[in-house]
């Protein structure tokens, strides 16, 4: 999904230091101590490995998960969240993460990105338990009626969608965070899919939980239109919705407007704040005469990024009035 989202050079928060493991355990063992040692989880690493390689990956994975968000290390307030213990082990196996605990195969992981896939075990562990059953993160998926991959939509078990928070929140955290990290495209492309997922996690987790992660401002400003033509009778009322692509930094005026108003008008500016720029809003067209007019958008806010943005970077909408004939009915 992201394979630069996070790398070594990042700043790690976590320190790992060797363990005496208890007699009953064939395993290297080692302590990570994290964000000043306020934090810490038990590394195991199968005895398979020499003394050496066994230090340097308890290292590199300990090092790797403290360059996550906080939240992923230590949890959301509730029972059975956060990582208590890395189990790294020989073979090729799948990573697999649950009950506070994270199973790493590096032989496996020279397939993937290590860092990516980390994040992606962790919010099992961190977040699974708590958002998944959670009413307002039900809602926002059902309102995004999509999925971020095809991973997140066809693994399910008891009804439920047991990958779509950690996809969802990989995406989430290049999207917010790291969007100089990702493609134009791809940031585009998250914002599009799953954009009340973005708002619920916004809502869900503070600065603090984010650490060292902090929000930067996307750089797709731009609008969605649901429809790209409407087709209406002289004297009747259509509606299309729009809302803005990606979260602004303060409130976003948008002003529909005709270029022909003898065959059709439109209704007035519309505001999206920081709370509800993922929800669509009504816009209003009414036919008044026979003809075609174009609808076109204009921004205003004090975010300079939705700020008067481009006309080229902005849809417009066409309008097509008859005299006569079968209104067209278009649905959000």
Same mark, same amino acid.
């Given at each position: 999904?992201?394979?630069?989202?996070?790398?070594?050079?990042?700043?790690?928060?976590?320190?790992?230091?060797?363990?005496?493991?208890?007699?009953?355990?064939?395993?290297?063992?080692?302590?990570?101590?994290? =964000?000043?040692?306020?934090? !810490?989880?038990?590394?195991?690493? %199968?005895?398979?490995?020499? /003394?050496? @390689? $066994? &230090?340097?990956?308890?290292?590199?994975?300990?090092?790797?998960?403290?360059?996550?968000?906080?939240?992923?290390?230590?949890?959301?307030?509730?029972?059975?969240?956060?990582?208590?213990?890395?189990?790294?082990?020989?073979?090729?196996?799948?990573?697999?993460?649950?009950?506070?605990?994270? =199973?790493?195969?590096?032989? !496996?992981?020279?397939?993937?990105? %290590?860092?990516?896939?980390? /994040?992606? @075990? $962790? &919010?099992?562990?961190?977040?699974?338990?708590?958002?998944?059953?959670?009413?307002?993160?039900?809602?926002?998926?059902?309102?995004?009626?999509?999925?971020?991959?095809?991973?997140?939509?066809?693994?399910?078990?008891?009804?439920?969608?047991?990958?779509?928070?950690?996809?969802?929140?990989?995406?989430?955290?290049?999207?917010?965070?790291?969007?100089?990290?990702?493609?134009?495209?791809?940031?585009?492309?998250?914002?599009?899919?799953?954009?009340?997922?973005?708002?619920?996690?916004?809502?869900?987790?503070?600065?603090?939980?984010?650490?060292?992660?902090?929000?930067?401002?996307?750089?797709?400003?731009?609008?969605?239109?649901?429809?790209?033509?409407?087709?209406?009778?002289?004297?009747?009322?259509?509606?299309?919705?729009?809302?803005?692509?990606?979260?602004?930094?303060?409130?976003?005026?948008?002003?529909?407007?005709?270029?022909?108003?003898?065959?059709?008008?439109?209704?007035?500016?519309?505001?999206?704040?920081?709370?509800?720029?993922?929800?669509?809003?009504?816009?209003?067209?009414?036919?008044?005469?026979?003809?075609?007019?174009?609808?076109?958008?204009?921004?205003?806010?004090?975010?300079?990024?939705?700020?008067?943005?481009?006309?080229?970077?902005?849809?417009?909408?066409?309008?097509?009035?008859?005299?006569?004939?079968?209104?067209?009915?278009?649905?959000?």
């Amino acid at each position: 999904m992201a394979p630069r989202l996070i790398t070594p050079s990042d700043a790690s928060r976590c320190t790992v230091s060797p363990a005496t493991p208890p007699k009953s355990v064939d395993a290297w063992l080692y302590t990570a101590h994290c =964000d000043s040692g306020t934090n !810490t989880f038990e590394i195991r690493v %199968d005895d398979d490995y020499a /003394a050496a @390689e $066994a &230090a340097k990956l308890a290292e590199k994975y300990g090092m790797d998960i403290g360059r996550l968000p906080r939240v992923l290390r230590e949890g959301l307030p509730g029972p059975h969240t956060g990582i208590d213990r890395v189990l790294i082990m020989k073979g090729r196996s799948r990573w697999s993460a649950g009950g506070g605990r994270i =199973d790493i195969y590096p032989e !496996t992981s020279k397939e993937w990105n %290590d860092e990516e896939i980390l /994040a992606h @075990e $962790a &919010a099992h562990v961190s977040l699974d338990l708590v958002v998944e059953r959670d009413s307002r993160w039900l809602a926002a998926q059902k309102a995004d009626g999509a999925f971020i991959s095809r991973y997140a939509r066809d693994t399910r078990t008891w009804g439920g969608y047991d990958e779509d928070v950690a996809e969802s929140f990989v995406a989430y955290l290049a999207a917010r965070f790291r969007p100089g990290r990702i493609s134009r495209n791809w940031e585009t492309t998250i914002f599009r899919t799953i954009p009340n997922r973005i708002a619920y996690f916004d809502s869900l987790l503070s600065a603090s939980d984010m650490k060292p992660f902090a929000r930067t401002s996307p750089r797709s400003a731009s609008l969605i239109v649901y429809d790209d033509s409407l087709s209406m009778n002289a004297g009747t009322a259509v509606t299309y919705g729009i809302r803005l692509l990606s979260p602004p930094d303060a409130a976003v005026t948008v002003t529909p407007a005709s270029d022909d108003t003898t065959a059709a008008t439109v209704s007035g500016p519309l505001t999206f704040s920081t709370g509800n720029w993922h929800i669509p809003q009504t816009v209003t067209v009414t036919g008044v005469a026979p003809g075609t007019a174009t609808i076109s958008h204009t921004t205003s806010s004090t975010d300079g990024d939705y700020d008067d943005i481009a006309s080229a970077n902005l849809p417009d909408m066409s309008a097509e009035v008859k005299a006569t004939g079968t209104l067209a009915v278009f649905n959000l």
